[in-house]
């Protein structure tokens, strides 16, 4: 976490006590920042293809970290991760509406994040 961060210690040297202390500001950036999930077409039409892709942007731009996607639709997984960050569905119906979203991390795993959910809805039909 970003802040002001003291520092302090008491020495104590034949019976005086010595006391230091500093303070500096530390400003913690994060490594990328959170995905955003989109869609085209939007609208999404009937036996049309759909195209979602998962955006996001690393601060500062590092050549050498790299990221992976995955994609979930209603809480389950339809694409693993991987460094594609798009998902397609060639022929969309009914089954494929739902909530989606995107989820981003690091090769390593130390670092990940998800998206909000995006409804994706056909158009013209309910869910």
Do not use: M, W
């Given at each position: 976490m970003s802040g002001t961060y003291k520092c302090r210690k008491e020495v104590k040297h034949h019976l005086i006590y010595?006391?230091?202390?500093?303070?500096?500001?530390?400003?913690?950036?994060?490594?990328?920042?959170?995905?955003?999930?989109?869609?085209?077409p939007n609208p999404v039409r009937k036996e049309q293809k759909m195209t979602l892709k998962c955006q996001t942007s690393l601060h500062p731009p590092?050549?050498?970290?790299?990221?992976?996607?995955?994609?979930?639709?209603?809480?389950?997984?339809?694409?693993?991760?991987?460094?594609?960050?798009?998902?397609?569905?060639?022929?969309?119906?009914?089954?494929?509406?739902?909530?989606?979203?995107?989820?981003?991390?690091?090769?390593?795993?130390k670092v990940e994040k998800k998206s909000a959910e995006q409804l994706i809805q056909i158009e013209g039909e309910q869910r």
């Open positions: 010595y006391k230091h202390g500093d303070e500096d500001s530390i400003f913690v950036r994060e490594l990328f920042t959170t995905p955003t999930i989109t869609v085209s590092r050549p050498n970290t790299q990221l992976q996607f995955a994609f979930y639709r209603e809480g389950q997984i339809v694409q693993e991760f991987s460094n594609n960050d798009t998902y397609e569905v060639f022929n969309v119906h009914s089954e494929d509406c739902g909530k989606y979203l995107c989820e981003v991390k690091t090769i390593d795993g």
